[in-house]
């Protein structure tokens, strides 16, 4: 019995007091999130690249 009562609580909830973003505001932060991603993709590349180049300077060529 209590997990009917749970299950109707968390239904009731879920449709009637939780609160859903609008298309608009969805998209803002589906924006933000690809740029936030791409960002730290290429922080993360030119990293890499760096500390490549830098283990190719001292152990000659690595591959």
Do not use: R
């Amino acid at each position: 019995m209590q997990i009917i009562d749970y299950c109707k609580n968390s239904y009731e909830e879920l449709v009637h007091k939780t609160t859903w973003p609008s298309l608009k505001e969805l998209t803002g932060s589906a924006v933000v999130v690809l740029i936030a991603s791409l960002c730290i993709a290429l922080v993360v590349y030119f990293w890499d690249l760096l500390c490549h180049m830098a283990l190719e300077g001292v152990y000659g060529v690595l591959g």
